[in-house]
């Protein structure tokens, strides 16, 4: 369970207010690399963890960590909205440009919905998505997740840094930018402890077993574009990088035939073939369905 | 632009229909982690590319290949809807057990929405979004989401095989699970050779300047949950993966203050402090915003 | 404005319960060719008419009706969910097939969130969506969204039909068919009628003057697929339908270029060509940016 | 800021699993009147609050206690999938009914996507949505929400109590379901402490001058719907309950006009009402944007 | 059944066009607490009523007049588009900051999409949402949603009042203002003769024996947060709001215990706890899902 | 499967840069009516189609051709989006309101999520919904939504074809606006084609058997508004469209009753019709659901 101190883990006072970059900041709050995503993410992933103990430790730590970069951005983005312009009359932005430009760039539920609070929602006022929080159940695939989100992350709260000269807003992102380079790192090291404590390995799910797949395709760079650039990477040649194979760089082509055979079900009125079969349709159709069925049970179904 | 070849990349025709497993494949089709994900992600990744043409070019080979995994599931999700039992009667079910089984477990949207086809849904029928469709403009953090879909996908596909025992779709889901490991492969191939050509590095965007962040947190792992189980893990002590830093675990703090201190704006009617306040509200709120709009544009504004 | 009689337009009473159908009408209802979509969509294109008042009348008119058909399949359904079974044992389903079929084919939130009641929702579950309600302002447009609303809404009414033989539902549905039958008529006939007027026709938008697009290739058709069997199809050859042009039938072929001469923008920490434009990132930002809008507003862009 | 402490609030342990029941629990986790509902609606309402210390004290009180609840039936969930059966073939359902009755009820997701654990989603499979989080900046608005998730929450928990008989199960429902009752008497209490202390009071906003609005219809029943049933009610004749007015039953009536006289715009080709304006339509269009966008600037638009 | 008459309940005529305010007053026509969420929700709330006439009477009156609010709303965003301004070429914008500010507050749907008319979506764009319709067939719930949403509705129209000084908006505001006064005041009355009809009381549902919830939990307000300022309230002592109890304030803790204690399944490739088990997945899976599922079946699964 | 050549379908090169346009372009993009829903749409239908195979190629051809739309509006709008301004700083706007104007008009995401490129998402910022892709089996049924697609889609390009002056945007969507000619003509040639091949006729779907529907009405138009210029159309009188009636004008009415006589069922705690039924919810529940089954299955079901 959890308890909550009142005082904020890090400053989210800004030095003046700006309802455009109140809008701004929901992304990183409620959008789908936001702190909303990482902080259910993190505990989702850290309850259904059956591995390890300090694995489900660690995800409830940071977790818990993230509710509170959650309430950071909630409280600026109140501080922001102090004040904030509401009329839509245009003789006030006819005198006064600033007043038009904010207008046009705040977020109109801002206002009206929120009452100069913070959403759940992102920069485009799009709710927030349970989506968003990832947890499959398999640490290897779901720490590639968490790089992922801490990278986007970083890099949205990196350009919204450039985007303000408020120094009071500034101080805030550079700990939230401080607090994602620790996670990117944290969670490289994760899936670097994960490996060597051999318990996942690329391809994720290491333990199907290779002989299942296709093996021939496994290791191949299709070009289905023209151009061979792709050519030259690291992905065309050489040792695959879970060295279980060599890369190989091949021209894309079909391994199938064209799909032309379903024919129409009259019980669903879908277009057939030809008008006589048309004609057939509408009538028995339940006594058509139970056939159909029994001969799906005994398997002589076709296609 | 692109063409078509009537072709299938690879055989998708199942022994016999199946409409409880048709309806689970619509996740590797439609849904978050799907195919239809990772075609748009890729294509939308390339399309924005302004980096070296060797990472454009291998990506659209990438997004066009997805778009015949796309075509080869709406194909297989077909042929298993063959002859699906579509009656609701109960004498049905209570006379053949597996009848009862089929209805309950198909998608109800396969036959009456459409007729025995693929959806551009997943397994719970929600409808693909797009903001499955990950494209920031930056290539690291991109490729790290791609070596996440393709982790999450293969996934499922691996678990769907497991679902099932149908020769057909085994052999087309072993083909796809193939590729995924390539895919898998090929992403980290790209992570490595970005940073090989110095484009990008940990953290990301590693164009940012560091003396920017709040340096003293930016290595440290905050515990904040009960347990010290996280101590013990390579992300709690010796150096950062960036080559940056040094991790350090400590017990999580306040740095902040508790945020009391915002008056209620009469403008929008918020819950005021004392009802002395609240008598002042609805009068000549205009010309208040009015006011409050140039203190903003001063710059004189409180919070 | 509008006004009520309890009255049901039709008969809404099964002869029995039957919860697996319950959700299947949910289809009709909430979904995305339902009734709700139709009554929103007539409703918003009525208000929204500015053309002569004959057709604003006639939409409000179905409009309206529609409303009862929303009402007449949000009772049925109430009563169709009579005495549902709700509890999960497995004993019970065990010891009768016809439970487990029901519990399996039910929708859970038909119990839990409604209480037995219907919802604004799709026989998947999910919501009704606001996007369904089409209203463009061109009649001519909308007109042919009614037609084909009708037409999949008409479908999937005489799907549900085959699977059911309660003769109470079918009735209802058969009253409903043949609402869609007189629907589906009366789009083709204000099409019709639109046409007749002199207000409309193809291609929509008529007014758009015909010397403003590529006439090259108003009347082509590209064959971007392999396979010449849609060169045997009215569209190939002939008179185009709106009598301003022939059909000609041709392999499709790139007009335009390769699309590779972007440059990165380090505001935003896009990946960049070569290393050393990333030293350059994160340092006088705004500045650059300011220079860039001057850029923009002096009209010396360049992309 | 959060802290975390790894015991459960209370028991979360079913004496056996149940995969049906598991997707059922996920609404009271992630649907509309959920747990994750009321922890984000608290929280943001308290970060929001501006108000006296007491009201935003409680409600991060309470919105931190929710948080705990999420976490119960998370892990609850995450138990009841233990051993579900996944596969689909019909043979294991024909010989074992009650297998294919839990294929057919539970959730695909649970095993495709979740690894047999919970998920931020309803029980129809429909992800949480931001729009769930509801904080106006009124409290007495906010705090009737708050009374309506508790009775929704409570009676969806109730409903769940009644569908199962494992005990374990029913344990911590029984917990649940007797923190609902104080939450809904909690604030229920808070309602009458915020209209004890002045604050606010019926209709919200009370702030708003009654003079504003339209005096004559603001206690009038309109009854627009046949039958006069609810001439019986309280809320048709008597004193109004906020004490400033006199209840009245009317028949509901039309007080304005058919609304007939839109022109139509020739820029967005909507339809007109008659061919001659057609026949203007694309031409010079965005010279006449000018002289329309100064007419709205003068304020000499006709409508 | 409905029939419409073609005159507005009220004016919707503004003094002249104002395409921001257009966009904010789809707040209040397709917004959460919107015209279409009253009526959806009080016309399913009726259509589901099963307890006395007189309420589902009532719900049916009411439902009917908000559609007419609905066509209101539509009706004055349309004249209040007339003539906006479309282009988006800076010159105008240069030349004339009013045309800047109306092109950045307008939504570009309005023009693009609906041909300068009304939609089914909030001031952000975002599209009504069919779980907005509330109706569980309990009444006591609902209409507890039912003074919720007036009380939010009503003061989203009381701070559009303030946002305009349009004579014409202002007096169709008026009007939906005093509406919904008095829905406030009749919801408010419902639940008093609810209550006093003996149908329905708190905690809702009443009719849960109140020996199966927890007792001692019941009316205990936990506190989890820093600071005892929520010690002051009503809710912190006294007897409870439903006279069934007293209210008691204690310190939040845990009653349950930490739950580590899952296995990790290998059919779904979860991370195991040691690498042995890993080397266990992938084979014979099914046939160990079938031994599982008789394991349920027989109830002796484990968790 | 598919193949891409780099080369664009037709040029996509703006004169300048204008972010704000780049924002609507998103509408004919990732909008219901843009690119990537034809280009689904048509991909699903062809994958779908069962009938005569130049229908299955026509469609693969055109799906295929819309995907390299798609490819050049994302192209042009990250052309567009060049060197936009990103700074909130209202010092900028004050001293040049065409900043202003571009930060209030251009899209949030497109810089801070997308890094200046495109997303799949309309001009609201609303992510794609997999709903726009339609393919329902029934080639008439889709036809008509292609039609429909094809007009709305063309109206809106025409639309932003108004709205800017930029040489470049308006070359490329000259191509766009002729290629919506042609496929506006192409559906409706391929309609005309499946009516004189004899597959589908109206009413949709024709298989289905005209004496199950309820005759009296399947071509009654029914005024359910008051005013009676509906009674002029085409749809008024004279032989309906499919041939197979007459038109015919009549006053809407009732054809059923009041639906008044569900009785609450105890076990979802519904609102009873009086006091003594409460008493009696919420024990021995699940035996009585036990029963209601029963009855459900023997018929005996009363509603």
Same sequence: chains 1, 2, 3, 4, 5, 6.
Avoid at 234 to 248: C, E, I, L, N, V
Wanted: proline content about 6%; some cysteine.
């Amino acid at each position: 369970m959890f308890f909550h101190d009142k005082r904020l883990q890090y400053h989210a006072k800004p030095d003046r207010p700006d309802p455009i970059f109140a809008r701004r900041l929901q992304e990183v709050l409620g959008g789908q690399w936001g702190e909303i995503s990482v902080m259910m993410t993190y505990l989702f992933q850290g309850w259904n963890a059956r591995g390890p103990v300090k694995y489900k430790d660690m995800l409830l730590d940071i977790g818990t960590e993230e509710m509170a970069h959650v309430e950071m951005l909630s409280t600026m983005i109140a501080r922001l909205l102090e004040g904030a312009p509401l009329s839509t009359q245009e003789e006030l932005a006819a005198s006064n440009p600033a007043v038009g430009a904010i207008m046009g760039g705040m977020h109109p539920q801002h206002a009206i919905v929120a009452g100069l609070g913070a959403q759940a929602a992102d920069s485009a006022g799009v709710p927030w998505n349970g989506r968003y929080a990832v947890a499959s159940g398999n640490l290897l695939a779901d720490f590639r997740y968490n790089v992922t989100a801490e990278s986007q992350g970083r890099l949205q709260v990196c350009r919204l840094y450039e985007m303000t000269e408020d120094a009071g807003v500034r101080d805030m992102l550079s700990f939230l930018i401080a607090r994602d380079t620790m996670h990117q790192n944290q969670w490289l090291a994760a899936i670097a402890e994960l490996e060597a404590d051999g318990l996942e390995t690329t391809p994720v799910p290491s333990a199907f077993p290779q002989e299942r797949e296709k093996a021939e395709v496994a290791y191949q760079f299709m070009d289905a574009s023209t151009g061979d650039e792709s050519q030259t990477g690291r992905w065309a040649s050489g040792a695959s990088m879970d060295g279980k194979g060599q890369f190989q760089w091949v021209k894309a082509q079909p391994f199938g035939e064209a799909p032309l055979d379903l024919p129409a079900d009259p019980r669903v009125f879908g277009t057939p073939k030809s008008p006589i079969q048309a004609q057939l349709g509408g009538s028995g159709l339940v006594a058509k369905a139970a056939q159909a069925v029994e001969g799906i049970v005994r398997g002589d179904g076709e296609s």
